[in-house]
């Protein structure tokens, strides 16, 4: 039996940690048990679920140390939930390194960040798999394209959760990434990629369109504004090594950018690469706003290894040359 469950099955309910403060009373239950959100709701309209013997609304947030009480059923539910997918999926990535309440773990290509309609397996699904019935099941604070390898931050909190995603709608966590694209890039200077990208649908595929911008313009193109910072860091037979910072975060960004200015990234066929293989992106280093940085190579074969972490690193502040076009 699982040490959580046995625990916690000696009542009928649970106090809230300080790992689980903050949430929404049915996003808490959701981790804590397992269930359905439709049989969660109804156990809380009808007063089977009470917060310090007192009714509750399934938004309410919850405080530390408050007793939720729960259907002394629930507990074989949650069990029994657990029990069903224990083996259903792989284990989890190799964990990269841990700061305070955030771990980084290196995503493989292929995995996706969230569960979706067409796959079952993900990051977030093996975490809760592996969680069991914890207090907080540790949830991804940011995503990475199913396709791109590299680190993505765990929160083991509430707290840690809610603090990074606040610091990276502020634009505070640096993400710098390692591409190959196809062809000789011909800017030496590091460059500001700005352009707005708006999602489309393609033969049932999302994919990004983008358009440029120019100087001087007022009238501003459809969709969300897009920067990118880039810098060459070495060439081989019709490809280069790229150094990239985004600046803000948007579906397929690097993936766009870069094709529409005609480097598209090795392997993407769906921007327009003619190279067959796995897509050559990688978010390879992490920088939080206290400066702690986290950092990793990619496995890519010969003759596309990356030999050593880039010394380098790209800021909005520097001499940069502005490309929107």
Not at 63 to 80: E, L, N, Y
Request: with cysteine; hydrophobic share 40%.
């Amino acid at each position: 039996m699982d040490e959580n469950v046995s625990s916690a099955d000696s009542g009928s309910g649970f106090l809230v940690t300080e790992a689980e403060a903050g949430q929404k009373l049915l996003q808490l239950l959701e981790r804590r048990l397992h269930l359905a959100p439709s049989l969660l709701h109804r156990w809380i309209r009808t007063g089977q679920i009470r917060c310090n013997a007192a009714r509750c609304k399934p938004f309410d947030r919850i405080c530390a140390g408050t007793f939720v009480r729960i259907p002394p059923f629930a507990w074989k539910m949650a069990q029994q939930s657990v029990f069903e997918r224990s083996s259903q999926l792989p284990p989890l990535p190799p964990e990269v390194g841990r700061h305070g309440q955030l771990v980084a773990y290196l995503k493989p290509a292929g995995l996706p960040t969230h569960p979706g309609s067409a796959h079952t397996d993900s990051l977030a699904a093996r975490l809760k798999q592996h969680a069991g019935v914890a207090p907080f099941v540790p949830v991804p604070a940011h995503r990475l394209d199913k396709d791109t390898q590299g680190l993505l931050l765990v929160a083991t909190s509430h707290a840690a959760l809610r603090s990074l995603q606040a610091q990276i709608r502020a634009g505070q966590l640096s993400k710098e990434y390692l591409c190959w694209v196809q062809g000789l890039w011909p800017w030496r200077k590091t460059r500001l990629l700005r352009h707005y990208l708006s999602k489309s649908w393609e033969a049932g595929f999302e994919k990004v369109r983008v358009f440029g911008l120019t100087a001087g313009s007022e009238e501003r193109p459809m969709g969300k504004l897009a920067e990118t910072l880039v810098a060459p860091l070495a060439f081989g037979q019709d490809c280069t090594l790229l150094l990239v910072r985004i600046l803000t975060g948007r579906t397929h960004q690097i993936r766009a950018q870069m094709a529409h200015l005609g480097y598209p990234l090795l392997g993407d066929a769906k921007y327009g690469s003619s190279v067959k293989g796995p897509l050559y992106l990688c978010a390879f280093r992490l920088t939080l706003p206290d400066g702690f940085v986290f950092a990793t190579l990619p496995d890519w074969p010969e003759p596309f290894t990356v030999h050593e972490l880039p010394s380098q690193s790209l800021s909005p502040t520097q001499n940069i040359e502005i490309c929107c076009e």
